[in-house]
């Protein structure tokens, strides 16, 4: 352990997912110094309109929420 959940917008490639997955997971082992066999990490796509539900549950309601972003997620589904 640890993992790493990474939820985005639909679009991306595949070969991007895996390309941030592993840049994400080698930082991690980095600032943390685990073992790179120990780190998971999952990608999950949303559309605009699904991503409202999960932005409130994920960031909004999140107490162990580290780094705030600065959008509004109304602008997505302009």
């Known amino acids: 352990m640890p993992h790493i959940s990474i939820k985005m917008l639909k679009g991306r490639t595949d070969a991007q997912k895996q390309a941030a997955a592993e840049k994400l997971a080698a930082a991690l082992t980095e600032a943390i110094g685990c073992l790179p066999s120990h780190i ?3 990608v999950e796509d949303f559309t605009p309109e ?3 539900e999960q932005y409130r549950k994920e960031v909004t ?3 162990h929420l580290v780094v705030s972003p600065e959008y509004d997620p109304k602008e ?3």
Do not use: C, I, N, R
């Open 76 to 78: 997505l589904l302009q």
């Open 61 to 63: 309601e999140d107490p």
């Open 50 to 52: 699904e991503w409202q």
């Open 40 to 42: 998971s990490v999952s």
